[in-house]
């Protein structure tokens, strides 16, 4: 049912704030004319997570965010970033930190759960799933913290192990009812810094926030004033409607790359425009792709992928793959992913990849991050772990066939695909993992396997399925259930 508008209203908003520290608002309209693309770019957006099931029925919620209030990048169990503070005497700090976790007996993301789920939310059954809190990527060094790994070699891309924000405003977009909810989410008193509560776990002075439910009580301090509210209320609700009015200006988009002073409303010719663009970039590589086929510089390491340099040698990649093999024979390791980057110089900005990427590859986990310094895109069929409230969730995907020409050469693939022994022990293998995983954090008896080896169909594939179910303990939160299942089988072996 509709319910488009501002809510909760300033009364009820300050009865919220005697009882909870996390008072979501929300202004809801209808945006029909719109996709969650055109609002990314009407909004100024960073962040856009999308979702295509099966490569043909959309997701029900798209998400959007805007700015940050926070923002931690995680290097080396390190965490530098930023905080804006709301103080009680109405002004806002931004504070800077640096925290240093390598001599300490606990590490960067236990921090992040302190620094993001300390706080009670006021509960509003208005709002979607998300609306609140940490945004962002861990990469796969981030195992490095919570289980005895060797180091890795350093990145050559020299990006954060990991990076959090934590939005301005979350905007969702409803692909069935077409509405926007856009929240704001208003904190009732003055937390403490990110410096406070990191002394505070060196001292052993903060809890788990998942071992009591008033552990957030000391969360803030001093609470605001019913005058201090009143005005936020007043501001963020000001915020929210002047974002609704960009909603309703018509876009305007650059009508070719670097003409920035050359704009074309959104419209049917748009989208030509925008393959001339991508014509026009394929064919510069094209020609780049030709002329480096002549060039002496080409044939030392060969890439097996047209316009793309490969970060090992062909011959290199042989070596590992033999060297694996030889694990596996002497009982060493039982799966093992071997991988290399392709990696190309391009004019597109990431969003026009992203575009092309979503056309390609429509799949349930579609995401788009632009962090300034450089953008994340990807597609991705797997989810590694789900928490909702209590239930757990992970499905392994492990068993690969192309998609027929027709249904019956589709079924004879799949069909092929679960006679396959290999196909098969890679599967059951993951399953075993994921059960493994989900154990270490999961109510004793919990655990189950559904959907056992059910094929799925995408847009150009079709994989083999399971799902694994459990009830997570009561006294663990969601970054322990992350760091018993991370990084995910299908990456790691």
Request: with cysteine; charged share 20%.
């Amino acid at each position: 049912m509709s319910q488009q508008g501002l809510y909760p209203p300033k009364k009820e908003f300050l009865k919220q704030a005697e009882k909870f520290e996390a008072l979501p608002i929300s202004l809801s309209l209808l945006t029909d004319y719109d996709t969650p693309l055109s609002l990314l770019k009407k909004l100024g957006g960073n962040i856009l997570l999308e979702s295509v099931h099966k490569g043909e029925t959309v997701g029900r919620h798209s998400i959007i965010t805007l700015g940050a209030r926070a923002k931690l990048s995680l290097e080396n169990r390190q965490i530098r970033g930023y905080e804006d503070i709301q103080l009680a005497s109405g002004k806002t700090k931004r504070l800077a930190f640096h925290l240093d976790f390598s001599q300490h007996n606990f590490h960067p993301l236990q921090f992040v759960g302190q620094y993001f789920l300390r706080y009670r939310v006021a509960e509003n059954e208005r709002l979607p799933p998300f609306f609140a809190g940490a945004i962002g990527y861990l990469g796969y060094e981030v195992v490095q913290y919570f289980e005895k790994i060797p180091a890795v070699k350093k990145d050559k891309l020299q990006l954060p192990d990991g990076l959090l924000l934590f939005p301005l405003v979350v905007a969702v977009y409803d692909n069935l009812s077409r509405e926007l909810q856009l929240i704001s989410t208003v904190l009732s008193g003055q937390p403490k810094s990110a410096l406070q509560l990191f002394h505070d776990m060196v001292h052993g002075i903060s809890k788990n926030p998942a071992q009591s439910s008033q552990s957030s009580q000391s969360a803030l301090a001093p609470k605001f004033s019913n005058t201090l509210l009143a005005s936020l209320y007043d501001g963020e609700v000001a915020r929210l409607h002047a974002l609704a009015a960009k909603i309703a200006m018509p876009l305007e988009l650059p009508y070719q790359q670097g003409q920035a002073a050359s704009h074309a409303r959104i419209s049917s010719s748009s989208s030509s425009s925008q393959q001339t663009a991508l014509a026009k970039e394929l064919s510069r590589l094209t020609k780049q792709q030709e002329q480096s086929k002549n060039s002496e510089e080409s044939t030392k390491s060969p890439s097996a992928v047209p316009f793309f340099d490969s970060s090992i040698s062909y011959p290199d990649y042989k070596k590992i793959v033999e060297q694996a093999r030889s694990y596996i024979y002497q009982g060493e390791i039982i799966q093992v992913v071997l991988s290399q980057r392709f990696s190309l110089k391009t004019a597109l900005h990431g969003l026009e990849l992203y575009r092309s990427l979503k056309i390609l590859n429509p799949s349930p986990f579609l995401y788009y991050m632009d962090f300034d310094d450089f953008q994340l895109a990807g597609s991705s069929p797997e989810v590694m772990v789900r928490l909702h409230q209590d239930e757990l969730l992970l499905r392994p995907i492990a068993g690969s066939a192309p998609r027929g020409k027709n249904i019956a050469e589709d079924e004879s693939y799949a069909k092929a695909m679960l006679s396959d022994p290999k196909e098969c022990a890679e599967h059951v293998m993951l399953v075993d993992l994921g059960r493994n995983d989900l154990s270490r954090v999961a109510r004793t008896g919990t655990v189950h396997v559904e959907d056992f080896m059910k094929v799925e169909k995408y847009s150009s594939i079709q994989h083999i399925v399971s799902t694994i179910t459990a009830e997570k303990k009561p006294d663990l939160n969601a970054i322990d259930v992350i760091a018993a299942t991370f990084p995910a089988g299908t990456l790691s072996g």
